[in-house]
């Protein structure tokens, strides 16, 4: 069974997901993903130790802190692929930004590869199950290309200045499939 509530943040509402002990998805309800959440039986609500784990967490990522992802037990559904990736962003510091690129070759090197490909990479980033805190957000384009995030490119701007990452070398794509 799944459970579902919300956390009020200063970039607006955030759904949290949740087997009971686990978190299993957060997202923004502006996410691109809401109607795959929305496919989801859940119960409303539900007075849960993981809910106000995460809410604690998230009040001090949103106070500027550093809050350790290891400090919330998340549950993550995809390959193994995107499992490897996922581990890789939460070890991208607070205030820092890594490329698809630095990702991909990363995996390669984990793995005794010549090389991995961005686009893979890029794939595995944009199904992140768990935003903020599996930090998607902290991965940009080559060359300072800020391409989507799941929550809408602003909240992805947003939550870089928050972590006082300078985004004045970066830009938004005009077109593309990535806004």
Not at 2 to 27: A, M, P, Q, W
Not at 28 to 57: A, C, P, Q, V, Y
Not at 130 to 146: E, K
Request: glycine content about 8%; hydrophobic content about 35%.
């Amino acid at each position: 069974m799944e459970y579902k509530c919300y956390y009020k943040s200063k970039l607006g509402k955030i759904i949290l997901l949740s087997n009971g002990k686990e978190l299993t998805y957060l997202c923004f309800d502006s996410s691109r993903f809401i109607n795959e959440i929305n496919k989801i039986n859940f119960i409303e609500g539900g007075n849960l130790e993981i809910f106000d784990l995460t809410k604690k967490w998230l009040d001090r990522y949103f106070s500027k802190e550093n809050p350790n992802p290891k400090e919330v037990p998340i549950m993550v559904n995809g390959s193994n692929f995107s499992k490897k990736v996922w581990e890789i962003l939460k070890k991208i510091p607070y205030g820092e930004v890594a490329t698809y690129g630095d990702v991909a070759k990363q995996i390669a090197k984990n793995n005794n590869m010549k090389k991995m490909s961005a686009q893979a990479v890029g794939h595995a980033v944009g199904h992140n199950p768990i935003s903020i805190i599996i930090p998607c957000h902290r991965v940009i384009g080559a060359n300072g290309n800020l391409t989507g995030y799941g929550g809408g490119i602003e909240k992805k701007i947003e939550l870089l200045k928050l972590e006082k990452v300078n985004t004045n070398n970066f830009y938004v794509p005009k077109k593309g499939n990535a806004l």
